[in-house]
């Protein structure tokens, strides 16, 4: 809405430098067609058909270590609390509402872990009252037993040094059974609630790496729905089987997504062009531009992951807009003025794309892996999709050309 006005304006003022020049340069004759036509078109057949082979080796990333911030002073902490550790830091929580469930959703995990035998996710899992002294009646009874051989009657054959150490023995038989009030803080403080009490947590302990998408989600699935035989069912939560949900939820949406551009900027097209052979012919240098990139990824050893898969949709609709320009200006300069459309149009649409491009690369530069995946995705896609929109596409439609006119002649 702004920017036509202020060209007028500028050209009323005549701020706009060279403005006949352009005009008398755009006016000469420009009827030729693309040179080498058939031999770019071969080499863009062949490297589709190379692209399509490598697209099953195109791989999601699932290990999480290689998208995180690498801080050397984190990683040394996480080493050496590896080897301080025996088990799992990062257990799920499961809060039953009385002490009778949160036995019975011990015994329920216990029960699948032994029929779980195939592919065994859960470590152990426990309870405050694990933490409590086990056989307490039995160890209480020998400690009276020990303290009624110690009797005065049984003191007094002992010399002054050795009653003395008895006495002191005596005093540590005077113990009482461990409750879970009892226990050190740096031990309850795991089990206590807002209200500052004691609650009925379960801490479920993985026994697989949850740095891996894959044991993630396994695991999740085996913790997330714990149904007791009274008909409750708890449900278990951590960061992790968050995480672990959202991993779902981003490889189903994604494609949902991808699949949801596409059939919008097809209908969008298709309302803009008012033909379908023109609409499918638009859509291919897209479709062909993304088949690159994804070879090239699996070409390149890249991966799929949680931070670049978002930038797909954003390709897809940015690699549109060139190829939608391509076409109107085809369609204005009409049959055989194709070589002129890429010298014109086609060098607005390589200055938008190398734009995006700097912008979408600025990412590459950041510290943090998963941004740089995002930023390189973004370029491969930008960068293969402006070949196939300026090479591949105007070829393409001079080909198609060529085939109507000779249709015709017959």
């Known amino acids: ?81 590896a080897t301080i550790f025996t088990r799992s830091q990062s257990p799920v929580i499961v809060l039953a509402e009385n002490r009778e469930d949160m036995q019975a959703i011990v015994q329920t995990v216990l029960r699948h872990m032994e029929t779980d035998s195939l592919t065994p996710t859960i470590d152990t899992v426990g309870t405050i009252y694990d933490e409590l002294p086990q056989h307490q009646d039995d160890k209480l009874f020998i400690m009276q037993e020990i303290k009624d051989m110690l009797s005065e009657s049984t003191l007094q054959f002992l010399n002054e040094a050795q009653r003395s150490k008895a006495d002191e023995f005596r005093e540590l038989l005077d113990a009482e059974a461990v409750t879970v009030e009892g226990l050190p803080y ?58 672990a949900d959202v991993l779902l939820v981003m490889m189903r949406d994604s494609s949902i997504a991808t699949i949801a551009t596409f059939v919008v900027v097809f209908l969008i097209v298709l309302l803009d062009l008012r033909s379908l052979r023109s609409t499918l012919l638009v859509l291919l240098p897209l479709v062909v531009g993304l088949v690159w990139m994804c070879g090239a990824m699996a070409l390149l050893g890249m991966k799929i992951n949680l931070f670049n898969m978002v930038v797909i949709p954003s390709i897809i609709g940015l690699s549109l807009d060139s190829g939608v320009h391509i076409y109107h200006r085809y369609l204005e300069e009409g049959a055989g003025k194709l070589w002129k459309v890429v010298m014109t149009t086609g060098q607005a649409v390589a200055i938008g794309a ?8 600025d990412l ?30 105007p070829v393409a439609i001079q080909t198609v050309d060529g085939w109507m006119a000779k249709r015709k002649a017959k």
Request: no cysteine; hydrophobic share 45%; glycine share 10%.
């Open 186 to 243: 740096s031990i309850r403080r795991r089990f206590i609630g807002l209200d500052g009490q004691v609650g009925n947590f379960v801490f479920i302990y993985p026994s697989v790496s949850l740095t891996d998408g894959r044991s993630a989600i396994k695991f999740a699935e085996d913790v997330r729905d714990i149904r007791l035989e009274n008909g409750k069912t708890y449900h278990a939560s951590s960061g992790d089987v968050i995480f």
């Open 1 to 81: 809405t702004l920017f036509p006005g202020l060209l007028v304006l500028s050209e009323r003022f005549r701020l706009i430098i060279g403005l006949k020049t352009v005009r008398a340069s755009g006016s000469g004759p420009t009827a030729k067609p693309i040179p080498f036509a058939t031999g770019i078109l071969s080499i863009g057949i062949l490297v589709t058909a190379i692209a399509i082979v490598l697209l099953p080796n195109l791989e999601f990333e699932y290990n999480f270590r290689q998208l995180r911030a690498f801080v050397p002073e984190t990683e040394k902490a996480r080493e050496k609390a």
């Open 364 to 393: 590459i530069l950041a510290r943090h892996p998963g941004l740089q995946t995002l930023g390189q995705l973004a370029v491969l896609g930008l960068i293969t999709t402006l070949i196939t929109v300026l090479v591949v596409f």
């Open 354 to 361: 190398i734009t995006t491009m700097l912008g979408f690369g």
